[in-house]
């Protein structure tokens, strides 16, 4: 049934991983409901709503990476960690 694509451990880790931020961000939203703020983006925004914001980025830092860069992936997912932490602190 899923053979159309192509399952490595990496590609079932990631989206294992937003699965599970998914569940974490609906357990929080639950337990723990926070009101929107005003961030350097300049429109107010939920944890979910950030969260969305840093795995756009993050894909495009990835694309622009294989696109101009090329070579280890550790780079671009040092500066995608660098970016969510920055986007939940500051946005």
Known sequence: ?????????????FFG????????LTLLAIYRPEMP???ILG???TRGDRFFVTMVG???IFVAWMRFGGGSLYYPLAGAVLYGIAMFRFA
Do not use: N, Q
Not at 1 to 13: D, I, Y
């Open 58 to 60: 993050s894909a495009y």
């Open 43 to 45: 429109f107010p925004t």
């Open 17 to 24: 991983f937003v699965v599970l931020a998914l569940v974490i």
């Open 37 to 39: 703020r005003k961030g």
């Open 1 to 13: 049934m899923l053979s159309w694509m192509a399952w490595t451990w990496s590609t079932a880790a």
